[in-house]
């Protein structure tokens, strides 16, 4: 309920493999409306490249090995204790409509602060368009 309409859970650590390599997902879903898996990789600390590196790398294995012919693309998010825009500006987060990093917050903001966060993220949208 807390992510939206159409989600099934399919895992936490999800186990996912190559033919050398074992690797685990922190949070697996499903979309039924979107028809895409979504992959969370939760990080209590500042995002890194390495962060989106392994991200970009989950959602190329699950498109490959798990994701069905008729599945849209997968859809890969980060949240994070912070994110540092530097990061965001040039990795591979910057244009790809598949991998997404978000900063999490362990109390609910209040009014204010989300009215402030809406206006922050308005100006950022307008001045990323008018470039």
Known sequence: MELGKGF?????QYHINTETSHFYL???FYNYILK???LFDLKTG???HQDVG???MYVRMFDHL???PDDNQTIG???CADKDETVV???ILNGNDQLFASKYRIYLPTEQELIDEIKKEQVSSAKKLSN
């Open 8 to 12: 099934s859970f399919v895992g936490r």
């Open 26 to 28: 922190d949070l697996v």
């Open 36 to 38: 895409a898996f979504v």
């Open 46 to 48: 500042r995002l890194t």
């Open 54 to 56: 392994q991200m970009d």
């Open 66 to 68: 798990k994701k069905s």
């Open 77 to 79: 998010i980060i949240l």
């Open 89 to 91: 500006k040039y990795s």
